[in-house]
C-alpha cells in the first residue's frame, strides 16, 4: 500500500469505510496545524473544506491525544473571541533507522524531525545478514536509551534499506552492494524485537518523504529526490503519492546500463550507472588520474 506525503483533501475521493474516512479527515486537520500556529477551528474548516462539526471532532480526537493543544483566544470578529490551536511536535517520537553499506544510524525524533538522540555503528557488509540485523537492532537500542524518558513516548519506527523492497510484506528483498542481503523479513523482526509498530522503504524514497514532510520539498505535490553515494538512487513522489512502479523499482536509477562494455555492477550486469558514477567509482577515477 502505497501512502500520501500530504493528505488528500476530503473532496478528493469517496470512502466507504467510516474509519477511512475519519482518517482522511483527521490528517487533513493535522496538515493544516503543521502549516501554521494560531488557527481556529473556523480557519481549519476553511482550509479544508470540512464542515465546522466535523473540525470541531476531529480537533477533540486530536487534543484528547496531545497533538494538538488550545493556546489561547482570538480576535473576535464579533460574538466570542475564537479558541486558537497549534500543533504539538512534541506529543509523541518516533524512530528511524538507516542501513548502509558501511554504516547504521538510528535516531530518535520528535513529529517535526529534531533530532533527540542518534547511534551510529559501523558494519561489515559481507558479515552476513544475521550480523547485519543485530547491528541495526543494536543501533536503535543505543538510540532509544540515548533518549531517556522519551523512549516510552515512540510511537512507531520506519527503516530505511537500499535497493528493492515489499512494503506490504516488510521485506527487504535485494540490496546489491550487501553480498546474500536477500528476502529479508526485517519488519517482523524489529516488531518482535521492539513490540512497536515497524515500516519499511527503500532509501531513495525514504529521503524524499523525509524533504517532503521537513526539509527542502516541503510543500511541494512533484519531487524527485537523487541519492548519490555508495549507490546512486531516487525517489519519486508524484501529486503527494510516492511512486513505486508496476513492480516496484521506480527510482532505481542506478541500474540503468549506460556502458554495455564497462565495468560489472554487484547486480551482475555491467556498466550501471552505480559503477560509472557513484561514490567509490568517482573516488577510484580520481585516484587513476592522479596514478
Not at 540485523?133 to 531517556?148: C, D, I, N
Request: hydrophobic share 45%.
Amino acid at each position: 500500500m502505497g501512502y500520501s506525503v500530504r493528505p488528500p483533501r476530503l473532496a478528493g475521493g469517496k470512502a466507504n469505510d467510516t474509519r477511512i474516512l475519519k482518517s482522511i479527515n483527521v490528517l487533513a486537520v493535522l496538515e493544516v496545524l503543521r502549516s501554521a500556529s494560531g488557527l481556529s477551528r473556523a480557519d481549519i474548516a476553511r482550509a479544508t473544506g470540512l464542515t465546522p462539526a466535523t473540525v470541531s471532532s476531529v480537533v477533540s480526537i486530536l487534543i484528547s491525544a496531545g497533538i494538538a493543544r488550545e493556546t489561547g483566544l482570538g480576535e473576535s470578529g464579533g460574538g466570542r473571541p475564537p479558541v486558537l490551536l497549534e500543533f504539538n511536535p512534541d506529543a509523541f517520537h518516533i524512530a528511524g533507522v538507516d542501513l548502509g553499506v558501511s554504516k547504521v544510524i538510528a535516531v530518535v525524533t520528535n513529529l517535526e524531525g529534531q533530532v533527540v538522540s542518534r547511534a551510529r555503528l559501523e558494519i561489515d557488509a559481507h558479515a552476513g545478514p544475521e550480523a547485519i540485523v543485530s547491528r541495526l537492532l543494536k543501533a536503535t537500542h543505543t538510540a532509544f536509551e540515548a533518549a531517556g524518558a522519551v523512549a516510552s513516548r515512540i510511537a512507531g519506527i520506519g527503516l530505511s534499506v537500499p535497493g528493492l523492497i515489499d512494503a506490504e510484506r516488510g521485506l527487504s528483498v535485494f540490496a546489491p552492494n550487501i553480498p546474500g542481503w536477500a528476502n529479508i523479513h526485517i519488519v517482523r523482526r524489529f516488531r518482535d524485537e521492539l513490540g512497536l509498530p515497524c515500516w519499511v522503504e527503500n532509501d531513495a524514497r525514504a529521503m524524499a518523504i523525509g524533504e517532503a514532510m521537513f526539509g527542502a520539498a516541503r510543500g511541494y505535490q512533484n519531487i524527485l529526490c537523487v541519492n548519490v553515494g555508495r549507490g546512486i538512487g531516487a525517489g519519486i513522489i508524484v501529486s503527494g503519492e510516492i511512486y513505486r512502479g508496476k513492480q516496484g523499482g521506480a527510482g532505481e536509477l542506478g541500474h540503468m546500463t549506460v556502458d554495455p562494455n564497462g565495468p560489472m555492477c554487484p547486480c551482475g550486469n555491467h556498466g550501471c550507472l552505480e559503477v560509472m558514477a557513484a561514490g567509490p567509482s568517482i573516488a577510484a577515477a580520481a585516484i587513476r588520474a592522479v596514478s
